[in-house]
């Protein structure tokens, strides 16, 4: 039998996603997606980086949709395989979230709820954004690597943070204060690192630097808005600079991490730019999209509305 791929979605589940939520409530989802008449096939992803090897392999079956049932890790796997396939422009392939994952930041961005449900009506209902997608370049081993960035990058305290916390996951620790745990221990033991930052090939900084958020999108860590201004189809990155600071005033403004209100704090700067280059003595680590990925030094190149995905209606409401 011929299947007709082109209007059926392909959903990527990762059964490990959210303490094993994605494996656990996929029962569920599937039922929910069935009851909803939306056409699908699916596949369980079975290793880290699986989700790529997915991707490709089924946009080189023909399918166009793709729905991930996973956390912002997934989501990020899912885009590079978007574009590491060659058949079809990555903008022509629709991507929607069925969120299971932990901090789940990317999903927060265009207002598609966690209950599964709603995030099913927001597939049938078809409201699409044509979301810009960042190449980022970084190296590890001494050698260069590029990935594909959804959401948001952190460097220095962010990466470290955030390298605590996959370890803390990968001894097989789970919870929602986990994310918080590493965050404390990490303000106690990391120190600022000297960067140059350069936007659009113009020195912007030479000093000690404790964090920087590079972002497309608004959240990240869990609910932190570090880029609360960032608009994800305006070809720009907004940067976030935490410059050197003390671990008392960290502790201090831990509150405007979340409120949008991180630019009033002292020793935070805010600049947008097309492409950005960071450097570093020592070197310092990188996350993107929750994943620690490599080491100093940076570029960032952004791909003009790189990838079309589903949103919630209400996100494009407020556009209007």
Known sequence: MIIDTENRWFAIVNPVAGDRKGLLDWPLISKLLRDSKIPFDFAFTEKKYHAI???????????????????????HEVINGVYIQKNISASRITIAVIAVGTGNDWIRMF?????????????????????????????????????YMANVAGVGFDAYVNKKYNRLKDEGKRGKWLYIWSTLKSVLRYSSTDVK?????????????????????KYNGGGMLQNPEAIADDGLFDVTIIRNISRIRVFANVKTLYNGKIYKVPKVSFYRG????????????????GEALGYSPFEFEIIEKGINVIVAERFINDLK
Request: no cysteine; net charge positive; glycine share 12%.
């Open 197 to 217: 930052l350069y936007i659009d090939g113009k020195k912007i900084l030479g000093a000690p630097v404790y964090s920087a958020a590079i972002g497309i999108g």
């Open 53 to 75: 090897e997915l991707a490709v392999e089924a946009i080189n079956n023909g399918y166009k949709k793709i729905i991930v049932v996973g956390g912002d890790g997934t989501i």
């Open 274 to 289: 097309r492409k950005i280059r960071i450097e570093s003595s020592p070197e310092i680590a990188i996350e993107i999209d």
């Open 111 to 147: 207002g598609i709820p966690r209950k599964y449900t709603e995030a099913i009506k927001a597939i049938v209902e078809g409201h699409t954004f044509l979301q810009d997608v960042g190449l980022v370049s970084y190296y590890k081993s001494n050698f260069p690597h590029q990935r």
